[in-house]
């Protein structure tokens, strides 16, 4: 009995020998100690740093079909290569700088009218008192964003259409014509702009709530002492503290300068308004999935990301060149 036991004791000794020798290392390592320490947030990345392998790491092994004359039959690595002859074809295209000048020009206007609304909305929000009130209002402007853009653009169709549309009889009632809202060219861009906000702006309040949630309520009561109004204290005390957030908002902003999204656009696109309405996504589909040039859209698609990188990377530069806050 005493030599079994002599022998646990000589198995367990190696062990706590172990575990002693890594608690010190941790204690000389700093990043082993931070680790140690915060293991459990570590953990609660997994699932988010597994999505990311997953669906933006993993498909950018598809990047070398913009390189290739890929062919389904050969595969990504069978396929031959042909280095820049796919963005020679697309610059040199007569479709690309029309569709070029349609993202862009779409993409600022979104940036002008859709980048400042959640940050307004957040603004008044914040000034209301009553937390039951302001739960509701939240509650209902955070619902858009979980409606799918079908049936989006199927409420848009229903009230602009030409025929039965509710906007078109409340304007022959008061007297004036009936607008072509969903062919019209002029009104294409005024249309996609008012339900990309009508369906985001709500749920993009959430960061800035958070913002506005973290300001000391003691710099309001200090100022409030002072004599400062309502509106003093908004911009002395509100908006200086939410610049931060905002700047980094507007950088990642303009990483999607040439991305104004698919479905939107591909729903509200018809032949009078396509000469406005298409863009790099809706071509880059026509081309790809169509006409079956498949390498021809993923360069497309690179172009994108690479001028998207080059916007964040010059936004990031400028913002702190001029003493603001940055991404990195």
Request: hydrophobic share 50%.
């Amino acid at each position: 009995m005493a030599d079994r036991q002599s022998n646990v004791q000589t198995k367990e000794q190696p062990v706590e020998q172990q575990k002693k020798g890594l608690a010190a290392l941790a204690q000389r390592n700093p990043v082993l100690r931070h680790l140690k320490r915060f293991y459990w947030l570590y953990i609660f990345m997994i699932p988010g740093l597994v999505s990311i392998s997953l669906f933006k790491l993993r498909p950018m092994y598809g990047l070398q079909v913009a390189f290739k004359d890929f062919s389904l039959v050969k595969g990504v690595w069978g396929s031959e290569w042909v280095g820049l002859e796919h963005f020679e074809t697309l610059f040199k295209s007569a479709n690309f700088l029309r569709v070029l000048k349609n993202s862009i020009i779409t993409s600022i206007l979104r940036l002008l009218w859709g980048f400042p609304f959640p940050i307004i909305l957040a603004l008044l929000m914040n000034e209301i008192r009553r937390e039951k009130y302001k739960r509701t209002l939240q509650t209902v402007m955070y619902l858009p964003h979980f409606i799918s853009w079908v049936i989006v653009i199927t409420m848009v169709t229903g009230l602009l259409s030409k025929s039965q549309g509710i906007i078109n009889e409340l304007i022959v009632l008061l007297g004036g014509d009936k607008i072509d809202f969903l062919t019209s060219p002029s009104w294409f861009r005024t249309v996609l702009i008012g339900s990309g906000i009508w369906k985001e702006a709500g749920w993009g309040t959430v960061i800035y709530m958070a913002a506005l949630a973290g300001i000391d309520v003691q710099l309001y009561e200090a100022a409030m002492i002072d004599g400062a109004n309502r509106w003093q204290r908004l911009l002395h005390i509100t908006l200086p503290c939410i610049l931060g957030t905002v700047t980094i908002m507007l950088i990642m902003n303009m990483g999607n300068i040439l991305s104004n999204g698919f479905e939107q656009i591909w729903l509200l696109q018809n032949s009078p308004n396509k000469e406005v309405a298409e863009v790099l996504e809706t071509y880059s589909y026509q081309v790809g999935l169509r006409e079956g040039r498949f390498s021809f859209a993923t360069a497309i698609g690179f172009f994108q990301s690479v001028v998207g990188m080059i916007m964040v990377f010059l936004s990031n530069f400028l913002s702190k060149r001029m003493g603001g806050s940055g991404l990195w």
